[in-house]
């Protein structure tokens, strides 16, 4: 199965943001994501255990440059070019504009998304 960028759904839009995700990929969501640099997480994950991302990510970054800030206080920079691997207990900052793809179990992404979308309507 192969699927171009432009075919999977758009889940959020706003100026510099397209967010994409498809789901039903043996129990993992594809996403692809154009992110503005500036773009921080960490409030959108207020309400989730240790108020950060639940969620494992593999990934590639073709273009820009995100600060991974790991529960542990370890902290990387995950810059194009590079695969990458976000385990559970996270945030991020996009320290660049970004493009990527990430791979994600769709259970744990639904309910990291559940929590920013209810964020987003509280800070709206």
């Known amino acids: 199965m192969k699927i171009k960028k432009e075919d999977i759904t758009v889940t959020m839009e ?5 967010m ?3 789901e039903g990929l043996g129990g993992f969501t594809v996403s ?3 992110l503005p640099e500036g773009t921080d997480f960490t409030p959108l994950l207020k309400g989730l255990a240790n108020d950060s991302c639940h969620s494992p990510h593999w990934g590639y970054l ?3 440059a995100i600060r991974a800030i790991y529960d542990d206080g370890k902290e990387e920079l995950i810059e194009a070019g590079d695969a990458f691997y976000m385990p559970p ?3 991020a900052i996009v320290e ?8 994600s179990p769709t259970k744990e992404l639904n309910e990291v998304f559940e929590n920013i979308n209810k ?6």
Not at 14 to 18: E, H, Q, R
Not at 119 to 124: D, V
């Open 20 to 22: 994409r995700a498809m």
């Open 62 to 64: 073709f273009e820009g």
């Open 96 to 103: 660049k504009d970004a493009k990527l793809f990430d791979f």
């Open 89 to 91: 207990g996270h945030t």
């Open 14 to 18: 706003a100026p510099g943001t397209i």
């Open 119 to 124: 964020r987003i309507a509280e800070l709206s």
């Open 32 to 34: 692809y994501h154009e």
